[in-house]
């Protein structure tokens, strides 16, 4: 059954958007009667089925809402710098969305190349990832911010940053973080962050933490985070 992603869904009825409804009722061939699926990035998961299957504004009638779908016990966030590879970037983006994550932040460090990200095709590939993932939630993706102004921000979570230096020393993330623990982990740039930022970031309540023993890549390590993150949590 295919889904579609729905914003500001109520009722009894929604109509798809123009592209939605081009890509249900032209490319997939839907028709009047066919059942889909819809999400709403707010929690909440919807059966229905094509009441006008109209290829620029096709109506859904609501047959079943099901809300807090599969909801986590814990919040994740990855606060991760942007890489000069973009496709790299947005590989993490979609993985991360796959595997659950509910934050991101490109974060901009002393050895960061890139200083932005392209926002709206961001947000494209985590609808995608939701889509193909059956994830109701939409993960937020937030504009960069510098390293220093991360850090000073108040968040609720455990506050954990991944490096590779000998110093400050680290632990495993399973030893830091424990099972429903909401997580903030901070991925550094390929050189990784600087001395004088991890010391800050210790400063603020930051636990060094490693993710095993290889040397990975930012976007690997990222998609390792979140891994880890799930499996604590299952």
């Known amino acids: 059954m295919q889904i ?11 109509m798809l958007n123009e592209m939605e409804s081009k890509h249900c009722i032209r490319v997939l061939r839907m028709t009047k009667g066919s059942l889909i699926r819809l999400i709403d990035g707010k929690g909440t998961f919807y059966e229905g089925e094509i009441s006008d299957p109209d290829p620029k504004k096709c109506q859904i009638t609501i047959l079943e809402v099901k809300y807090g779908f599969e909801k986590r016990n814990y919040k994740l966030h990855i606060a991760i ?35 932005s990200i392209k926002h709206e095709r961001i947000e494209n590939i985590i609808i995608s990832a939701m889509k193909q993932s059956l994830k109701a ?36 993330i399973s030893e830091a973080c424990k099972k429903s623990d909401n997580a903030i982990i901070m991925v550094g740039p390929e050189g990784d962050f600087s001395e004088d930022e991890l010391a800050t970031a210790v400063n603020y309540g930051f636990t060094p933490i490693h993710l095993g023993t290889s040397r990975l890549r930012t976007e690997t390590a990222g998609i390792a985070a979140c891994h880890s993150i799930y499996f604590i949590n299952q």
């Open 137 to 172: 939630l939409k993960p937020v993706i937030n504009e960069p911010l510098s390293f220093d102004d991360f850090i000073k921000q108040s968040v609720d979570g455990l506050r954990m940053i991944a490096h590779c230096k000998s110093y400050p020393e680290r632990v495993k």
């Open 4 to 14: 579609f992603y729905a914003p500001g869904i109520k009722g009894t009825s929604y």
């Open 81 to 115: 710098s942007p890489l000069k590879n973009t496709d790299r970037f947005e590989w993490f983006v979609e993985k991360s969305v796959e595997i659950g994550v509910d934050e991101i932040t490109p974060i901009i460090c002393k050895l960061t190349e890139k200083q």
